[in-house]
Structure formats: structure tokens, C-alpha cells
């Protein structure tokens, strides 16, 4: 029983919470190889190997190494007896699919070359092996050109991709198996094998989809049903601990386009700035859900009248300008927007989020 990666879910804290009880549910399922998704490293590496120590998760990467260390992450290979015969299990990632974590871009880590990998590890694996099972998580076109450069490979199964297979595709010498797009199908191969040299003499293939005409193990969905309630009690403590209690009913934010009629040239800087961006950053690590992280890349998320996915507050993405000078309803022409927008600024550059801050530095990036 195995998996092609990308088991984890998307970089948010809610989805990150949901992964905790996928991976609680998978360890009880019996896998026998896990190959590793860039997906998996969403929440950082640390947040993987407790996944893989509390759940006895078997993944497998033979291509993915610390770049400090030159180390791989994972074990290079698993070896599983079934029925006499020695399935070797090997894993790679492909270079293309980036790995981004939670917090960070750069996540520490190096993925090698997978062919060059795979044309080393596998003449060591065939010592140990009678059968070498691919959890190839390159696409279907990074997959087909393994298959083709790299030989001895007797079984395929392609990740990332969304596409299923039916039936098996023969690739050189080897079956070529896909059942992905989020555990929405299970796929099924009786796999004749010739004892004395572990060779794939054929294959048959079913797929199921797990819809509506597969009845609910009554265990599982009393489990499921638990966790839900769970996770509703998770979101609504984190927007708890962000409450709307700053700021006026009495008093709008106008938006930045009604500062920029009088005040062109201050918006013209602005639009170039990194604030003017700061939705779209959270928005691609897919943490516009979050209110720690909203707080800082809206416009008055906690005030009243504030920041809001519905309308007609949703405009305010982004820092404009009233996130740094209060409401335009409340606008001052004697000096004191300067000073309360200064004063802003430590509000969200605080020293967990910007251990080096420097008004005088960071002026510089946005002065108007």
C-alpha cells in the first residue's frame, strides 16, 4: 500500500490543523511507502518528521538533502516483504515543484537531480530487492522521461499529478500506475510477479472512486464527525483572539484612491512600495484565512469598519495608507497624521515579525 506525496494541505494554520488528523488517520492505515511531495514540507521540516515519529508515517525520498549537511532528510529507500518477494520502495522529488514552507521561501533544503539519483540508487537497491517500485513525484511528463533514461524500474506510481489512469501504461519495461487528486480514488493492482527474478509478468488494474455508492465505515465517520467540531472550535478561538474592538461605527475607511486626489505624488510612491503588495504575499503562501497574519497585510482588520472579506470592506487589502494614518473620516490636516503613522509602524514590525526594523532604514523604502 502506497502513496505518491503530497499528503500535507495547503500553507495555512487551517489546514495545518486538518493535516494532523489526516496523518493521525493515515498511520492507522497500514501504508508501506509514503514518497515525499513538496506539499509535505508546507509546515516546515520539523512539522514532518513529528507527523512521521507520532504516526509511524513511512515516507521515503532519495533525492531531497539538507543543504547544510549535504544529508538526506528521509530514508534513501524502504525494503517491504510480501507474500517471499523483496519490494524495494524508492521516492523522488522533482526539482520544478518548489519547496515553500509556512514561514519561509527558503526552506534549507536541496532537491538533486532525479535521474542521476535514480541510476545510483537503484544498482544498490537491486542487491537488496527483487522488485523496485517507483513513488515518482515529478508529473506525468518529468515521470515518462525518468522511466525512459533510468532502467530497472518495474512499477510506477506517478505523483503530482491530477490525472488518473485506468488501466496500467507499459513505459519501457515498466507499469506505469496513477490514482491521485486527493484521495478521491483508490487504485487497485493485482501484479503477477515471477518469483525467481521478482519480473512484473502482468498486471491488472482496477480504480475506485470513493463517492457516494461506498457506504461509511461507521468508525471512521463518527471520527470524522469528532473532528469537525474540533476544527470549528480551532477557527473560532483564532478569530476570538483577534476581536473588532478598536476604533469608531462613526468612522469610515475611505480607501487609498480617495487619498490619491489630493495627494498624487504620495500615491504614486505608495503604489510602488512592498505594501502595496502585502495581500498578494500572504495570498501565495494561501494564508488569507489567517488573522494574525490579515492584521498586518489589511487595512484595519481589527477596527470597526475595518478590513472584511465580505463587501464592502473587502477593498481594503493591502497596507494603504489609512493602516498607517487612521480613518479618512477622520482626517487631519494639522500635523498628527505624520506623528500617529510613525507610531504605527511597530504595530506589525514588531521583533517577531521584523527582528530588524529600523524607522530610519525602512523609511527609506517607502517614503512619501
Sequence with gaps: MVDGGDLFGRRNKNDQHQTRFLCECTGDFGYDGIGLGEADLNYGLPFLMEMIEKYSLPFTSANVVNRESGELILPEYLVVEKNGIKFGLVSVLGPNHKIITMTDTDSGLDVKDPVATLR??????????????????????????????????????MG??????????????????????????????DIFIEESDGKVMAVDVNLVSLDDAVEHEPDMLARVEGYKASFEDFKLAKRAAFPRDLGSEKEKYLGGRA?????????????????????????????????????????????????????????????????????????????????????????????ENSPEFDYAVYWEKIKH
Aim: aromatic share 6%; with cysteine.
Design 120 to 157: 545510483d540508487v537503484l544498482p544498490r537497491m537491486r542487491k537488496e530487492v527483487d522488485t523496485i517500485v517507483l513513488l515518482g513525484h515529478l508529473g506525468e511528463g518529468d515521470t515518462d522521461t525518468v522511466i525512459r533514461e533510468v532502467k530497472g524500474i518495474d512499477i510506477c506510481i
Design 160 to 189: 503530482h499529478t491530477h490525472r488518473t489512469l485506468k488501466n496500467e501504461r507499459i513505459v519501457e519495461d515498466s507499469i506505469f500506475l496513477a490514482a491521485p487528486h486527493e484521495g478521491r480514488y483508490v487504485g487497485r493492482a
Design 259 to 351: 487619498c490619491k486626489s489630493c495627494h498624487e505624488d504620495t500615491w504614486a510612491a505608495y503604489a510602488e512600495s512592498g505594501h502595496n503588495q502585502a495581500f498578494t504575499t500572504i495570498r501565495k503562501k494561501g494564508q488569507t484565512n489567517e488573522p494574525e497574519c490579515i492584521l498586518c497585510h489589511t487595512t484595519g482588520y481589527r477596527y470597526k469598519n475595518g478590513y472584511a472579506e465580505e463587501r464592502p470592506y473587502n477593498h481594503l487589502v493591502n497596507v494603504q495608507c489609512e493602516a498607517c494614518h487612521g480613518y479618512g473620516t477622520e482626517h487631519s490636516r494639522d500635523g498628527k497624521w505624520l506623528a500617529q503613522a510613525q507610531d504605527a509602524c511597530v504595530t506589525c514590525h514588531d521583533q
